[in-house]
Nanobody
Framework: QARLVESGGGLVQPGGSLRLSCAAG????????VSWHRQAPGKEREFVAI???????NYANSVKGRFIISRDNVNKVVYLQMNKLKPDDTAVYYC?????????????WGQGTQVTVSA
């Protein structure tokens, strides 16, 4: 069964770094756009970054220059390297896969991983 599982969240001080992982078991990863989103308490879920099936990347303005999205199609993992973290980055981070080619689940979300940036 295809499933997305995020990991790597935790508590970090402002200015620190974390790397999130999204394990895409059961997916043919090259066929999918994979994106990261986040939801802070009391706020709507928002887009953070995307790595498309045709290998393009895009970022929200709020994280551009600080976050880097990458993917390992062989091991079926998508990463979000987060640097220079700020308290405003505190949120539950979710990965999402949207199929662009081939067959498989059309769209899927992971369960999320908590990131807390605090002194």
């Amino acid at each position: 069964q295809a499933r997305l599982v995020e990991s790597g969240g935790g508590l970090v001080q402002p200015g620190g770094s974390l790397r999130l992982s999204c394990a895409a078991g059961g997916f043919t990863l090259p066929w999918y756009d994979v994106s990261w989103h986040r939801q802070a308490p009391g706020k709507e879920r928002e887009f953070v970054a995307i790595f498309t099936a045709d290998r393009r990347t895009n970022y929200a303005n709020s994280v551009k220059g600080r976050f880097i999205i990458s993917r390992d199609n062989v091991n079926k993992v998508v990463y979000l390297q987060m640097n220079k973290l700020k308290p405003d980055d505190t949120a539950v981070y979710y990965c999402k896969a949207d199929r662009q080619y081939g067959s498989g689940p059309a769209s899927s979300w992971g369960q999320g991983t908590q990131v807390t940036v605090s002194a």
